[in-house]
């Protein structure tokens, strides 16, 4: 059984920065690819980030590139997502989640990821 524990939300002005990290209790964290992926009401859950086994590989959506940035370290069943330059538009539910088996090309892709946190707020002020 994986679970997921998402810190590091809240509240923050446009412009400003946020750090969340993702805690994984799974023996073998090392086999996973982790990604994050945000909801608003009404929407569908929007892929905003994943990286690959040994944080080598990594994927962004177009909305986010050159302001986000993931990682993991793997020592610490960690991974991290430092969110920059944040705009209004990224308020959001961000939810962590891992995949055995995902697809380098469908990274993006939310049935590729087997399990999920239960998310943490990110609210953007103008």
């Known amino acids: 059984q994986v679970q997921l524990v998402e810190s590091g939300g809240g509240l923050v002005q446009a412009g400003g920065s946020l750090r969340l990290a993702c805690a994984a209790s799974?023996?073998?964290?090392?086999?996973?690819?982790m990604g994050w992926f945000r909801q608003t009401p009404g929407k569908e859950r929007e892929f905003v980030a994943a990286?690959?086994?040994?944080?080598?590989?990594?994927s962004y959506a177009d909305s986010v590139k050159g302001r986000f940035a993931i990682s993991r370290d793997n020592a610490k069943n960690t991974v991290y997502l430092q969110m920059n330059s944040l705009k209004p538009e990224d308020t959001a539910i961000y939810y962590c989640?891992?995949?055995?088996?995902?697809?380098?090309?469908?990274?993006?892709?939310?049935?590729?990821?087997?399990?999920w946190g239960q998310g943490t707020q990110v609210t953007v002020s103008s």
């Open positions: 989640t891992a995949g055995l088996f995902v697809r380098a090309q469908n990274m993006g892709a939310a049935d590729e990821y087997n399990h």
């Open positions: 799974v023996r073998t964290f090392s086999n996973y690819a």
């Open positions: 990286i690959g086994l040994r944080g080598v590989a990594t």
